[in-house]
């Protein structure tokens, strides 16, 4: 497993469990507590290669989707960040 995939799949499984969920308290009748996580993955490698669609489904199926079991949201996002030169830094993310 690449030191990205080790990175990746251990943050998965912060957001997955209850030491992420904030304020879990009593809900109202007819309402479930539910845990949220939103989690953003750039698709830039060092600036050399995008993650393929292949290769990011590949990931979501095997690493994303067995620790949200009762589903998730995947949508295309706009990525943008400060660069350590201070400039913006842009690229095609995915959010989760």
Not at 1 to 7: F, G, Q, T
Not at 16 to 30: D, F, L
Not at 77 to 87: A, C, E, L, P
Request: net charge negative; with cysteine; glycine share 10%.
């Amino acid at each position: 497993m690449s030191p990205l995939n080790v990175a990746v799949t251990a943050a998965l499984v912060f957001f997955a469990s209850p030491v992420a969920a904030k304020g879990a308290g009593a809900c109202g009748a007819g309402l479930k507590p539910a845990v949220t996580a939103e989690l953003f993955f750039g698709r830039d490698i060092e600036h050399r290669a995008t993650v393929s669609e292949e290769d990011w489904q590949r990931f979501l199926n095997v690493e994303v989707t067995p620790r949200f079991p009762d589903g998730l949201t995947v949508y295309d996002v706009y990525g943008q960040y400060r660069g350590s030169d201070g400039v913006p830094v842009r690229e095609p993310t995915k959010a989760v």
